[in-house]
């Protein structure tokens, strides 16, 4: 769970996490289910607010670190498009950084519709891989480099069709908005940025010496305080 724990606690991850919980607008009482809730962190701010607040993952180690954090929550471990929910149970479902791992958004939006009762608010979220953002002298292997992390995430793009899909599912005052994080420190992203130009060099999208030249271009704006990475993440908010 380590590199969930470290993902959720960047400075901008709170942020991402309160914003989301605006959008949801739900009072204390209400009942809400984090899906794909990873470490439990929302879980356990939610349940801090005072919501009856479920857990989902399909991890069990997910949920074990979870349930540690949100003693008081309920947790299941299940898949997003069956969970162990009764129809028009929840107030509210959350499922944020999740459908970038899935073939097909729509199973899961169904049962999202399913569990939430008629005038019940649904929040999705996520970091759309096209957005990505980072300075480089060499822009097009950049490009190419980004294409190699998409290459290793099964949905790279799903996040912007979230819109289609909870408006195609019967979802109404469907909302897009845009969390965007500024990365300055280039060791926060320095294992993300290998692992990309890894899968670039393993997809023959580049060479061996493109991918080291670019990782030591990288660590030298690093040093030097030029990194930038940009990283948008889109929530699309709705109403049952
Ligand atoms: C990138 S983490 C996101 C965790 C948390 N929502 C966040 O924003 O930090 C993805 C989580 O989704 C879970 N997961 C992946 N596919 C799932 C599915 N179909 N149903 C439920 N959980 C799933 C994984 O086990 C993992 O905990």
Known sequence: MSFLERIEERPGAAELRAASYRMLGLKRG?????????????????????????????DPDAIEAARERAPGAMFHVAHSDELPLEDESMDGYRALRLFHLLEDSAP???EAYRVLRPGGRIVLGGQDYGFVLIDSSDQDLTDVI????????VSPRATRT??????????TDVEVAVHTEVVTDYEQMAPQLKSAAEAAVDKALITREDAAGWLREQAGRGRRDRFLAVLPTLLVGGQR
């Open 30 to 58: 209400a009942t809400c289910v984090d899906v794909a809730c990873g470490a439990g962190h929302a879980v356990a701010e939610l349940a801090k607010k005072g919501l009856k607040v479920t857990g989902v993952d399909a």
């Open 146 to 153: 980004r294409l190699g992390l998409e290459s290793r995430t």
């Open 162 to 171: 979230l819109r289609d899909v909870l408006l195609d599912t019967g979802f």
């Open 108 to 110: 899961t939006v169904a």
